[in-house]
Every structure is written in C-alpha cells, then in structure tokens.
Nanobody, 123 residues
Framework: QVQLVESGGGLVQAGGSLRLSCAAS????????MGWYRQAPGKQRELVAG???????DYADSVKGRFTISRDSTKNLVYLQMNSLKPEDSAVYYC?????????????????WGQGTQVTVSS
C-alpha cells in the first residue's frame, strides 16, 4: 500500500505564508502526478494545484500568482508554498498522488489521498 502524510498546516493571519509538505511512502514504482486539493465546510473538494510529469503545473484561478507547487521526485515529496493568504483560503488541504503500485498483486495506477491538514487564515 501507499501512504501520503501531509504537514505544515496551521493558523496564519491574512497576508501571511504557509508551506505544506506531503511525503509518499510504500510500494511505489512511479508517481505520475501529485497535487493539492482543499475542502471548506459546506463546499466541494476542489483542485488547488497539481504537478504532472515532474514539471507541468496547473493552478486554480483563485490561487494563481500566490501559490506555488513543487516536487522532489527523488524523495516522493510534493510541496505547496502559499503566500498572500486570504481568509477564503481556509480549508482542509489534501495531498493527492496517482501512483503506479501493486494492488492485489497487479501492477496498476491507483489514486491515493492524505488525511488532510487544516489551514486557517484569520482576517
């Protein structure tokens, strides 16, 4: 199996910065894409930022210019640098990875999620 462990969430004032980290471990042949999603109370989970193929990135319009996703492929790590945080960025942030692994003995791609880390931005 594969585990994703996030860290770096917390409470910050508006305009501040936080850096989220996510480490993937387990039976990993390759990681084809990693990303960060968030879910605020009463809202659907949404993509914040994603990175595929090591360098191709995608961002939600609401975070462009403020957030930066990066990846250390050698260590199966993904980061989300969040600057100029706003109260509307408050949510639980989830790490996602599309991993080639062994599932029931079969080499296949599986989507995995972390347990989530809370980000709260006060006004």
């Amino acid at each position: 199996q594969v585990q994703l462990v996030e860290s770096g969430g917390g409470l910050v004032q508006a305009g501040g910065s936080l850096r989220l980290s996510c480490a993937a471990s387990g039976i990993i042949f390759s990681i084809n894409a990693m990303g960060w999603y968030r879910q605020a109370p009463g809202k659907q989970r949404e993509l914040v930022a994603g990175i595929a193929g090591g360098s191709s990135t995608d961002y939600a319009d609401s975070v462009k210019g403020r957030f930066t996703i990066s990846r250390d492929s050698t260590k199966n790590l993904v980061y989300l640098q969040m600057n100029s945080l706003k109260p509307e960025d408050s949510a639980v942030y989830y790490c996602h990875a599309r991993v080639r692994t062994l599932a029931r003995g079969i080499n296949t791609e599986v989507n995995f999620w972390g347990q989530g880390t809370q980000v709260t931005v006060s006004s």
